[in-house]
C-alpha cells in the first residue's frame, strides 16, 4: 500500500539530500512531501524532521513555521525519524547559545563535548566531524542488516544525554560515550546523518519506510 512520507521544512536542514536519500529507498507509488504544512504533517504516514544549525535558531524556526505542536503530536503518533538537530530538539535544555529551551519531549539536556585527548592520546577535535562508530544498545528494526559498530557520517559540536537511559538506542564515543541515537515506540532520532552515511545509512533509512511500529 502506498505511503506519504512528510521530511518536515523549517528551514535548518539539508532537505534535498535528506528527501532525495528517503525516494531512494521507497517503493513505487510512495510520495517524499518536503513541508511546514502542520496538517499534512500530521496526516502523512511517517514524518522525517531534519535539521542543521544552532539550537536557539533552530527552536526559532520551528515557532516561526508553527510546528511545535505538530512535531510533538507526530513524534508520539506515527513512526518518526529525528537527524541531527532532529534528535537534540527533542530533549529539554541545551547548553549552546548559553541555554536555550528544546521542545522537552524527554527529559534529558544537550552537552557541549568536553575536548582533550582520546583514549588512545590523540587531541579530540571539536566539531565531532567524519566517520564514527555506532553500537546499538539493543536490538530495533532500525538496526536490521546494520552490522553493531558500522561507521556513519557526523557533525555536532553538541550531544545528546537523555535523563532516561532506557531512550538511548546506540552510543558512540568521542571523549565521552554519548547517545548517537534513541528510541521510544514509534520514535527513532539519531545524532548522526544516514543520508551521508552510504550504505548503512541508506538501509537505515529502508528499514523506518518499511518500519512496521505494531509488530
Keep these: ?3 506519504r512520507i512528510a521530511v518536515i521544512d523549517y528551514g535548518m536542514g539539508n532537505l534535498r539530500s535528506v528527501a532525495k536519500a528517503v525516494e531512494h529507498v521507497t517503493a513505487p ?3 517524499v512531501l518536503v513541508t511546514d504544512d502542520p496538517t499534512l504533517i500530521l496526516n502523512s504516514d511517517r514524518v522525517v524532521f531534519p535539521g542543521q ?3 536557539r535558531d533552530c527552536m526559532a524556526a520551528i515557532s516561526d513555521h508553527h510546528l511545535n505542536r505538530a512535531i510533538l503530536d507526530a513524534a508520539q503518533s506515527k513512526p518518526f525519524l529525528g537527524i541531527c538537530m532532529g534528535q537534540q530538539v527533542l530533549m529539554e535544555f541545551s547548553e549552546e547559545n548559553g541555554g536555550t ?4 519531549l524527554y527529559p534529558g539536556r544537550v552537552r557541549h563535548f ?3 585527548k582520546s583514549a588512545d592520546g590523540t587531541m579530540l577535535k571539536i566539531p565531532h566531524m567524519g566517520w564514527n562508530q555506532v553500537i546499538p544498545t539493543h536490538d530495533h528494526p532500525l538496526w536490521a542488516g546494520i552490522e553493531p559498530g558500522s ?3 557526523f557533525v555536532h559540536s ?3 544525554d537523555p535523563s532516561e537511559s532506557g531512550l538511548t538506542a546506540a552510543t558512540t564515543e568521542f571523549g565521552v560515550s554519548f547517545a548517537s541515537a534513541v528510541s521510544d515506540k514509534s520514535l527513532f532520532a539519531v545524532q548522526f546523518h544516514p543520508e551521508k552515511s552510504a550504505d548503512d545509512g541508506l538501509r537505515l533509512l529502508k528499514n523506518f519506510v518499511n ?3 505494531s509488530s
Design 1 to 3: 500500500m502506498a505511503q
Design 29 to 31: 507509488g510512495d510520495e
Design 53 to 55: 544549525g544552532a539550537a
Design 101 to 104: 529551551e528544546l521542545l522537552g
Design 114 to 116: 568536553p575536548g582533550g
Design 151 to 153: 561507521r556513519f557520517y
Design 158 to 160: 553538541y550531544y545528546v
Design 211 to 213: 518500519w512496521n511500529v
